[in-house]
């Protein structure tokens, strides 16, 4: 069994029987409940999610109008914890939550292990049983630090109310330090009800937490030197990146190199998309561009990123020409997936300040190679496989044009929220970001659900960090948004004008596309049967009254939760809707646009297969039997286009047969 890290190995409960009597008076007295509440305060703690229950109650009688934060009641603990993810996201601060034992403690664990994989920081305090009623199946007793320590970065258990300030100093300070995460404060019912005597600020006892920020040794001239002999090199940019603020570093150091930028799923918009040196997003469903810029490259230089399966397809198939430098502030990812050249291990914005001096003296020794040739052949990509759509052939909208559409309504400094599932594809792949944190998705996890509480967060924190400049789009399907649609509730007393576009296409559109790719088109369980209202004529439809009956309907759904909301079919509607809903602030909005539910996230990469193996569309695979590197020939993509279309038709005839 692996051994415990220094963190994990300490914990809130005393290692030795600890008597009841109290030895510190020293400072205010008080019960844990206050003392929670004044930490938070005391850590400047703004806004604060969460659900009420018995085993936390001291806590909430102490919740009263005249603190220093805002409480948010949410509607279901998991929402709580999204919402914290989708303020700490959006705000750069740490997010928190509360709810109480048992079952309410066990919904948030989800939120938690989203967050974990995420790398967000967030501090979920959960209410527990008294200490003597530990172990004994006492009513809704759950281990909560047991089941949370394999999925957060640290847990407490805390019984005794004098312990409270510190863990929650510690609790913060560890949340956000290194690679941010989320920590679990289990507070027992004793703790909360115990008296104490409470001071501020408090001494921190983490032994062995030393979160490395700056690189050690010749690390930094030895990845200078590797830019210096690189001709194809490639910034691999991923969510540490942007959890770090490292969006100038990021930028100063590929006009330094004239090196392309890559990014991950969570780390859309840390240069904004305007930026010639930005190919989108790799991967699974990543542009053409940049997938096939990080297969060619002779140096990957992944920074702030893990390695994710999702990103690299096959793994020994990864780059499979490249050197790799690795920058992250987590030790434990150095080397995980992928053996690095050069590994560094240090916060990302610090090491990249400290890496460009080294390779502006490596350049004034030695200039840098020629690297024409290699931006000819990745604008060959580019211009050659840009981001497309194929039209419905039912007469519904386009998904992809949708969310194209609303980027192209938006504010500029919109921030967008998405759900799980092709709509989160389509977002990433169609919206035009202008910057760093305007982009909140589940990606480790991949959470259904996670769109409307994320959204809320994010709301209330636009409202408190940026005075409301920054509205949020919500970007959902219509299977993830039925997951947590009761938090409609909290978005409008909360008073969150959230912006909902749903893409409703009446199924798990993800889950289908597999089916119809690798399933012989067998769409087991996978229909939703919530909007058959389909096609340009729906509205017609609709009034003949030859529509089925719609469960649910999201229309009155919406209205019932005190919300605006419209249905559109065509895109003459969808622009008229998109423009109202931009001009609604007092209130949630919602937009049932009716899509294709036959439309695809291309390209695409199958899993377990080589991303050598991508596919523009059906049988169109850009990259098979690709060395080159130099710019694309047009017989290289007419050859190609060719074998796409035989492979089509041959497909088709198969499916006639």
Same mark, same amino acid.
């Given at each position: 069994m692996a051994l415990p890290t220094p963190l994990q190995a300490f914990s809130g409960v005393p290692k030795t029987p600890v008597s009841d009597k109290q030895t510190i008076v020293d400072g205010e007295k008080m019960t844990?409940?206050?003392?929670? +509440?004044?930490?938070?305060?005391?850590?400047?703690?703004?806004?604060?999610?969460?659900?009420?229950?018995? !085993?936390?109650?001291?806590?909430?009688?102490?919740?009263?109008?005249?603190?220093?934060?805002?409480?948010?009641?949410?509607?279901?603990?998991?929402?709580?914890?999204?919402?914290?993810?989708?303020?700490?996201?959006?705000?750069? %601060?740490?997010?928190?939550?509360?709810?109480?034992?048992?079952?309410?403690? =066990?919904?948030?664990?989800t939120a938690i292990a989203d967050a974990n994989m995420d790398s967000v920081p967030m501090v979920v305090v959960t209410g527990q049983v008294g200490v003597q009623a530990i172990g004994t199946d006492a009513f809704q007793e759950a281990d909560i630090v047991g089941m949370t320590y394999p999925v957060s970065k640290h847990s407490y258990l805390v019984t005794r109310a004098q312990d409270i300030p510190r863990v929650m100093a510690e609790a913060f300070h560890v949340a956000s330090t290194g690679r941010p995460g989320p920590v679990v404060v289990d507070l027992t019912k004793t703790a909360q009800t115990g008296e104490m005597y409470y001071s501020w600020?408090?001494?921190?006892?983490?032994?062995g937490y030393n979160p490395t920020t700056k690189a050690h040794g010749?690390?930094?001239?030895?990845a200078a030197k590797l830019f210096n002999q690189s001709y194809r090199p490639v910034l691999y940019v991923g969510g540490g990146a942007m959890r770090s603020g490292a969006s100038k570093q990021v930028k100063a150091l590929a006009d330094l190199t004239d090196a392309p930028i890559v990014t991950t799923l969570p780390a859309r918009g840390i240069v904004p998309d305007d930026d010639p040196k930005n190919l989108g997003m790799l991967g699974m469903h990543g542009t053409i561009a940049a997938t096939g810029a990080v297969q060619r490259c002779d140096l990957l230089v992944a920074i702030g990123a893990r390695f994710d399966d999702r990103v690299t397809g096959k793994l020994d198939a990864f780059a499979p020409?490249?050197?790799?430098?690795?920058?992250?502030?987590?030790? !434990?990812?150095?080397?995980?997936?992928?053996?690095?050249?050069?590994?560094?291990?240090?916060?990302v914005a610090t090491v990249l300040e400290d890496l460009i001096p080294e390779i502006e003296r490596a350049? !004034?020794?030695?200039? %840098?190679? @020629?690297?024409?040739?290699?931006?000819?052949?990745? @604008?060959?990509?580019?211009?050659k496989y840009p981001m497309t759509w194929d039209e419905p052939t039912d007469g519904s909208l386009a998904p992809q044009w949708v969310v194209k559409k609303l980027s192209e309504l938006a504010d500029p400094s919109t921030i967008w929220v998405t759900g799980v599932g092709q709509h989160q594809m389509w977002a990433s792949q169609f919206i035009d970001f202008h910057g760093p944190h305007e982009w909140i998705s589940s990606g480790g996890l991949g959470t259904m659900g996670y769109g409307l509480?994320?959204?809320?967060?994010?709301?209330?924190?636009?409202a408190r960090e940026f005075d409301g400049r920054k509205p949020v789009w919500l970007i959902d399907g219509d299977g993830s948004f039925q997951m947590t649609s009761e938090e409609l509730a909290a978005a409008f007393f909360a008073h969150t004008p959230v912006k909902i576009a749903l893409? @409703?296409?009446?199924?798990?559109?993800? +889950?289908?596309?597999?089916?119809?790719?690798?399933?012989?088109?067998?769409?087991?369980?996978? @229909?939703?049967?919530?909007?058959?209202?389909?096609?340009?004529?729906g509205d017609a439809q609709a009034a003949a009254g030859e529509l089925p009956l719609e469960v649910p309907d999201f229309v009155k759904l919406a209205e019932a939760y005190g919300c605006v909301a419209m249905r559109v079919f065509t895109e003459e509607e969808a622009v008229e809707a998109i423009r109202k809903a931009n001009e609604i602030n007092d209130r949630p909005v919602l937009i049932d646009f009716r899509v294709w539910k036959d439309a695809m996230v291309w390209p695409m990469v199958a899993a377990g297969k080589s991303n050598d193996d991508v596919?523009?569309?059906?049988?169109?695979?850009?990259? %098979?039997?690709?060395?080159?590197?130099?710019?694309?020939?047009?017989?290289?993509?007419?050859?190609?286009? =060719?074998? !796409?279309?035989?492979?089509?038709e041959n497909t088709e005839n198969g499916e006639e047969n």
């Open positions: 844990g409940a206050q003392a929670l +509440v004044r930490s938070l305060e005391d850590l400047g703690v703004t806004d604060v999610f969460g659900i009420p229950g018995g !085993a936390i109650l001291p806590v909430y009688h102490q919740i009263t109008d005249d603190l220093k934060f805002r409480f948010i009641l949410m509607r279901h603990e998991q929402a709580a914890g999204h919402a914290a993810e989708g303020y700490a996201i959006s705000t750069g %601060k740490v997010g928190v939550c509360i709810v109480t034992s048992g079952p309410g403690a =066990t919904n948030v664990v600020p408090q001494r921190m006892i983490l032994p010749r690390v930094l001239s030895d020409g490249a050197r790799v430098i690795h920058i992250d502030i987590d030790p !434990a990812e150095i080397g995980k997936n992928r053996t690095p050249d050069v590994p560094i291990v240090g916060d350049q !004034a020794i030695t200039p %840098k190679p @020629n690297r024409k040739p290699w931006w000819d052949r990745i @604008n060959g990509w580019r211009a509480p994320a959204a809320i967060g994010a709301s209330v924190g636009s893409l @409703n296409n009446s199924v798990y559109g993800m +889950v289908r596309q597999w089916q119809t790719l690798f399933y012989d088109h067998h769409y087991s369980q996978t @229909n939703l049967l919530d909007g058959e209202a389909h096609g340009a004529e596919a523009y569309r059906p049988g169109l695979h850009p990259l %098979k039997g690709d060395t080159g590197t130099g710019p694309i020939e047009d017989d290289e993509v007419a050859a190609a286009e =060719t074998a !796409a279309e035989n492979t089509a």
